[in-house]
């Protein structure tokens, strides 16, 4: 809001376009600076004059409505009047639908996201895929974006050949029922320990996952028994991160699918022999070849995520395409984008890994292959546990506490991960990310009922035909904001403008700040305003201001999946 006004203000006087003046604006590092920056570093060669030269003459120039503009050095500082823009700020915040914009214009986003594989546990990755995701998610639809979730399944590949393999020798019916994690993890665990000396393990696998390509009865209903059992555990994962998918398309769906991408790789030429093998030469673009199929003439990863790209551009209507896939798969994704681009399909263009560093667990990396593992739902558990540990101390009475220590719990650790710029290694303590005092789900739980206990309060003073803001003289304003108030108020004017730029980066981490900005300010606001102060315009306006932020912490938080008690 205050960039537009600013850029209303500059514009005439300097020869740039809107966009150039908008990247170039600052937010001074204190209020004394004023409420918007403009460097002039820029404009010095142009009009060969020094940049202090060139604010001062600029700063001269401005005529505009409740603006004082300043030179300082290079920069030109910008005062609006709080009084009167104020008003027009209230006024953005409580007409036009608060977070709502329209950049997305119903254009279809496929976002692939959590993606976990069958017969394995649902490792840490798929977590920050799930929680990236389901931001993400939130964010495009909050944008005017039609976002499309979809999940991944690794359903499919040479592992079942190997689970089944293992299952037939040492499985056991009940336990896969009871714990199917764990056990299919026990059966992989043992199938590599066992393949070091048995030198036919491997081929009987090899063998399994070739019958059940063909389709064999017996392979298909093994599989699909894993396949259910896995996702039973998946689900209930799901249910407490509160994630739901718009489709839940495994590898598998893409059997039948690939066979035609292989005859367009090949009628176009792209595909060559190697050792066997078939592949797509990559090296001109410095890249290692693309495996398309084996040897054995099985497919592999490659060639599924060939067929899904199609898929979802030509039968799904994709605009754009996300896969929200750990660093680790980077060249997965170059090569099968370059593939694409070589058979010509230019929306390529439109596909994007967003990709994310490794989590560690209190400095614990998560591994399969040895089954060392940390359990997802034990640390769920234990967020939980710990959520509810502190509200005994604090707050025992409290009603619905169960609920509460589970929304506080799961919150803790989504915002402990959203927090992070996604493409950084996040070292994960629990004991940090539910420390109700520093940056964490918590403590913006906890300032958002601050804002409602604060809002029930001034209900009880003021009944029907209290003053609402249109009784507000434009004088009291500022009086009635103060430093901290004014601050709140432009911060909260800034959420589609963070939105936005949370998109263009595919960042929630850009919100996770902004709202943290958010709860910060309000609570120096808190600080330094009686709110609920004995004087009715200025109680109007104050609580007016807390109504309009607990509105965006609710709105930003829920799009986090961050759940908002009314009490804690
Ligand atoms: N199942 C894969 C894994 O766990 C992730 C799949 C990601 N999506 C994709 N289209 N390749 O590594």
Same mark, same amino acid.
């Given at each position: 809001?205050?960039?537009?006004?600013?850029?209303?203000? @500059?514009?005439?006087?300097?020869?740039?376009?809107?966009?150039?003046?908008?990247?170039? &604006?600052?937010?001074?590092?204190?209020?004394?600076?004023?409420?918007?920056? &403009?460097?002039?570093?820029?404009?010095?060669?142009?009009?060969?004059?020094?940049?202090?030269?060139?604010?001062?003459?600029?700063?001269?120039?401005?005529?505009?409505?409740?603006?004082?503009?300043?030179?300082?050095?290079?920069?030109?500082?910008?005062?609006?009047?709080?009084?009167?823009?104020?008003?027009?700020?209230?006024?953005?915040?409580?007409?036009?639908? !608060?977070?709502?914009?329209? @950049?997305?214009?119903?254009?279809?986003?496929?976002?692939?996201?959590?993606?976990?594989?069958?017969?394995?546990?649902?490792?840490?990755?798929?977590?920050?895929?799930?929680?990236?995701?389901?931001?993400?998610?939130?964010?495009?639809?909050?944008?005017?974006?039609?976002?499309?979730?979809?999940?991944?399944?690794?359903?499919?590949?040479?592992?079942?050949?190997?689970?089944?393999?293992?299952?037939?020798?040492?499985?056991?019916?009940?336990?896969?029922?009871?714990?199917?994690?764990?056990?299919?993890?026990?059966?992989?665990?043992?199938?590599?320990?066992?393949?070091?000396? #048995?030198?036919?393990?491997?081929?009987?696998?090899?063998?399994?996952?070739?019958?059940?390509?063909?389709?064999?009865?017996?392979?298909?209903?093994?599989?699909?028994?894993?396949?259910?059992?896995?996702?039973?555990? &998946?689900?209930?994962?799901?249910?407490?991160?509160?994630?739901?998918?718009?489709?839940?398309?495994?590898?598998?769906?893409?059997?039948?699918?690939?066979?035609?991408?292989? $005859?367009?790789?090949?009628?176009?030429?792209?595909?060559?022999?190697?050792?066997?093998?078939?592949?797509?030469?990559?090296?001109?673009?410095?890249?290692?070849?693309?495996?398309?199929? $084996?040897?054995?003439?099985?497919?592999?990863?490659?060639?599924?995520?060939?067929?899904?790209? !199609?898929?979802?551009?030509?039968?799904?209507?994709?605009?754009?395409?996300?896969?929200?896939?750990?660093?680790?798969?980077?060249?997965?994704?170059?090569? =099968?984008?370059?593939?694409?681009?070589?058979?010509?399909?230019?929306?390529?263009?439109?596909?994007?890994?967003?990709?994310?560093?490794?989590?560690?667990?209190?400095?614990? $990396?998560?591994?399969?292959?040895?089954?060392?593992?940390?359990?997802?739902?034990?640390?769920?558990?234990?967020?939980?546990?710990?959520?509810?540990?502190?509200?005994?101390?604090?707050?025992?009475?409290?009603?619905?506490?169960?609920?509460?220590?589970? #929304?506080?719990?799961?919150?803790?650790?989504? !915002?402990?991960?959203?927090?992070?710029?996604?493409?950084?290694?996040?070292?994960?303590?629990?004991?940090?990310?539910?420390?109700?005092?520093?940056?964490?789900?918590?403590?913006?739980?906890?300032?958002?009922?601050?804002?409602?206990?604060?809002?029930?309060?001034?209900?009880?003073? #003021?009944?029907?035909?209290?003053?609402?803001?249109?009784?507000?003289?434009?004088?009291?304003?500022?009086?009635?904001?103060?430093?901290?108030?004014?601050?709140?108020? $432009?911060?909260?004017?800034? &959420?589609?403008?963070?939105?936005?730029?949370?998109?263009?980066?595919?960042?929630?981490?850009?919100?996770?700040?902004?709202?943290?900005?958010?709860?910060?300010? !309000?609570?120096?606001?808190?600080?330094?305003?009686?709110?609920?102060?004995?004087?009715?315009?200025?109680?109007?306006?104050? =609580?007016?201001?807390?109504?309009?932020?607990?509105?965006?912490?609710?709105?930003?938080?829920?799009?986090?999946?961050?759940?908002?008690?009314?009490?804690?």
């Amino acid at each position: 809001m205050l960039k537009e006004w600013a850029l209303e203000a @500059i514009q005439p006087h300097v020869n740039l376009s809107a966009e150039e003046i908008e990247g170039l &604006f600052e937010l001074p590092p204190s209020a004394a600076m004023g409420d918007m920056a &403009f460097p002039c570093y820029m404009l010095a060669k142009e009009y060969r004059k020094s940049p202090q030269a060139i604010a001062e003459t600029i700063a001269n120039l401005i005529d505009m409505k409740g603006v004082k503009a300043q030179a300082t050095g290079p920069y030109v500082n910008l005062f609006f009047d709080r009084n009167y823009y104020a008003i027009k700020m209230f006024e953005v915040l409580q007409h036009s639908k !608060f977070g709502q914009t329209n @950049i997305g214009q119903g254009k279809k986003v496929i976002i692939d996201m959590s993606s976990p594989n069958i017969a394995k546990p649902f490792g840490i990755g798929h977590l920050r895929s799930t929680m990236i995701g389901a931001a993400l998610y939130k964010m495009y639809q909050t944008a005017g974006y039609e976002p499309i979730s979809i999940n991944h399944l690794g359903d499919w590949g040479t592992q079942f050949g190997k689970q089944i393999t293992a299952f037939k020798r040492w499985g056991n019916d009940e336990a896969l029922k009871e714990n199917p994690i764990q056990e299919s993890l026990r059966l992989y665990v043992r199938f590599h320990e066992e393949a070091e000396n #048995d030198a036919f393990l491997d081929p009987e696998a090899r063998n399994w996952f070739r019958l059940l390509e063909y389709g064999d009865e017996e392979a298909l209903r093994l599989w699909r028994y894993f396949v259910e059992v896995s996702m039973q555990e &998946f689900n209930r994962m799901y249910e407490r991160l509160d994630v739901t998918f718009d489709y839940v398309l495994g590898e598998s769906f893409y059997n039948d699918k690939m066979e035609k991408v292989v $005859k367009e790789l090949e009628d176009k030429g792209l595909l060559e022999e190697s050792e066997g093998a078939k592949v797509v030469r990559l090296e001109e673009l410095g890249m290692p070849p693309c495996l398309i199929m $084996k040897s054995d003439g099985t497919t592999i990863y490659p060639t599924r995520d060939l067929a899904t790209a !199609f898929y979802r551009h030509d039968v799904l209507k994709a605009d754009q395409i996300l896969y929200v896939v750990g660093g680790e798969q980077k060249l997965h994704f170059q090569q =099968v984008f370059a593939v694409l681009d070589k058979m010509g399909a230019e929306w390529v263009k439109d596909c994007t890994h967003v990709h994310f560093g490794l989590m560690k667990f209190e400095g614990k $990396k998560m591994s399969t292959r040895r089954g060392k593992i940390v359990y997802l739902e034990e640390v769920l558990d234990e967020a939980v546990a710990r959520a509810l540990q502190v509200i005994e101390e604090k707050n025992p009475e409290l009603e619905d506490k169960y609920q509460v220590a589970k #929304d506080v719990g799961i919150g803790a650790i989504i !915002f402990g991960d959203l927090k992070n710029n996604r493409v950084n290694e996040v070292d994960f303590s629990l004991e940090d990310a539910l420390n109700f005092d520093g940056e964490t789900g918590p403590y913006l739980q906890y300032t958002y009922t601050r804002t409602q206990s604060i809002l029930s309060k001034s209900l009880i003073l #003021d009944q029907i035909g209290a003053m609402n803001l249109m009784d507000i003289q434009e004088g009291m304003y500022a009086e009635a904001l103060g430093d901290s108030g004014w601050n709140l108020l $432009k911060l909260l004017n800034r &959420f589609n403008e963070q939105l936005k730029r949370g998109i263009q980066n595919n960042e929630p981490s850009v919100l996770a700040r902004f709202v943290l900005d958010v709860a910060q300010a !309000f609570n120096h606001f808190y600080g330094n305003e009686r709110i609920l102060s004995e004087e009715e315009h200025l109680r109007t306006v104050r =609580v007016t201001l807390t109504r309009l932020t607990g509105e965006a912490l609710q709105r930003t938080m829920n799009i986090l999946g961050l759940r908002t008690p009314n009490r804690m």
